[in-house]
């Protein structure tokens, strides 16, 4: 899980409430001690060494607090600087794809020009081959987004079921996934639109030649 935890104590209660016990246990020392002083046994009843080891009892527990909320400080500070990590590299990531989705719209209008092409009634088979091929190529392209897209995992899912260094590695994965994408559509699109170009300049060559 992403989020760090506190090492648990091995003492059934955490430092702020062994501070409470502590505290309460000086107050009622305390008190025993002004007592015992009234009755004049306080030689038996209690002795001033007592309580200058239970002032040191009260503040290596106040230490212990103090450690506690410092540790709980240092890893929050750890925790929001690797979060900080992950939501630039998603970033970046994302700047892929933002690059990518206007190149659907291209292959769609490639799609409809290599389809009239296709269905021209003087078309030759070697032709056909070649619109035919063009058009696959641009499909394969337009589903390679397609399945990044639908299997993009968002960072709040990420942080749910992975440590800090499995989530860069996946995010630095994926970044690369959309970079390939991206050079599979641009090359689609460039095929298509060279073959789509031949095609009206061998048009507009025949029509000097009919002149």
């Not at 900080?84 to 989705?101: F, L, S």
């Not at 749910?160 to 959309?178: F, L, P, Q, R, V």
Request: aromatic content about 6%; glycine content about 6%; overall charge negative.
């Amino acid at each position: 899980m992403e989020h760090s935890r506190l090492r648990q104590s091995r003492l059934p209660f955490g430092p702020l409430a062994l501070n409470y016990i502590l505290s309460f246990a000086f107050a009622v020392l305390q008190q025993s001690y002004l007592c015992a002083a009234n009755r004049k046994y306080r030689q038996h009843a209690f002795k001033p060494n007592d309580m200058r080891y239970l002032s040191l009892l009260l503040i290596f527990g106040l230490g212990l607090t103090s450690c506690g909320e410092d540790t709980a400080a240092v890893e929050k500070a750890a925790t929001e600087a690797a979060q900080a990590a992950q939501q630039t590299a998603y970033d970046a990531m994302m700047e892929g794809h933002d690059r990518v989705m206007p190149l659907m719209g291209n292959i769609t209008a490639a799609e409809e020009a290599l389809k009239q092409q296709l269905e021209a009634a003087d078309i030759s088979e070697d032709r056909k081959d070649l619109l035919m091929a063009a058009y696959e190529q641009l499909e394969d392209a337009n589903d390679g987004m397609m399945d990044w897209m639908k299997n993009l995992k968002s960072l709040d899912d990420l942080r749910g079921s992975m440590d800090n260094e499995a989530i860069i590695t996946y995010i630095k994965e994926e970044a690369a996934d959309i970079a390939k994408v991206e050079t599979a559509m641009n090359a689609a699109i460039g095929a298509a639109n060279e073959l789509v170009g031949e095609h009206s300049h061998d048009g507009d060559d025949h029509s000097g030649h009919n002149h």
